[in-house]
């Protein structure tokens, strides 16, 4: 039985081109262990958003911490599609899921770094800890407004010791301006976070 998940031997160990200081896969286990749950609970910090059934976004998915979760609450009938820009977060991702038993409920993408490529309509999209990592937030941030269901919502969290206020309310600004809506802030520990909707269609009540 494995014991730890492997690493690909065909992506590249280097931070991808185009992204600033995007988190390294061999740094994820600093953040992503057992002991976060005490302070970041992923059932209780999402249950009010995904349920049974639903198509859900987990971007930049590293190798699962939000998505493995969200995999059990989505289902029966539910499918998590995560995306990342590092081949080697999908492969921990895989192997974690598989060892979960939710792999038949996530889809793996790997995505360019300017470009995320959702694949279809989403009922709920997750940003956690990584918009900064993305120089061009206005595309980020327009490509997951497209894809939103006319109820879906998006939920942008952001590590507070990393992202200073000012920052957070620029990335706010920018998505309210490629049609986001503000419905909420969520307390989220050692986060700043806002969840969004999509902006109704014109003339719509």
């Known amino acids: 039985m494995a014991t730890s998940p492997p690493n690909s031997e065909t992506a590249s160990h280097s931070q991808t081109p185009g992204r600033s200081a995007v988190c390294p896969w061999w740094l994820l286990p600093t953040f992503d262990n057992p002991l976060r749950r005490l302070i970041q609970n992923p059932h209780r910090i999402l249950i009010e958003w995904v349920r049974p059934g639903d198509t859900v976004v987990d971007l930049g998915c590293g190798m699962g911490y939000f998505s493995i979760p969200m995999a059990r609450m989505a289902s ?12 080697q977060m999908l492969d921990g991702l895989r192997w974690r899921a598989e060892k979960a038993g939710v792999l038949h409920t996530i889809t793996m993408r790997r995505c360019e770094p300017t ?7 989403a009922d709920f999209v997750l940003a956690f800890w990584m918009l ?11 490509e997951v407004q ?5 109820a879906g919502r998006f939920l942008l969290v952001e590590p507070v010791g990393h992202v200073g206020s000012t920052a957070f309310q620029r990335s706010v600004a920018t998505a309210e301006q490629v049609g986001l809506v503000v419905t909420g802030k969520p307390a989220v520990m050692a986060s700043r976070s806002v969840l969004f909707a999509a902006k109704p269609p014109a003339g719509s009540s």
């Open 76 to 87: 029966p009938g539910g499918k998590v599609i995560c995306i990342d820009v590092q081949q």
């Open 115 to 121: 470009r995320l490529d959702i694949p279809e309509p």
């Open 132 to 142: 900064h990592e993305v120089p061009d937030q206005a595309g980020f941030l327009a």
């Open 146 to 150: 497209a894809h939103l269901k006319p």
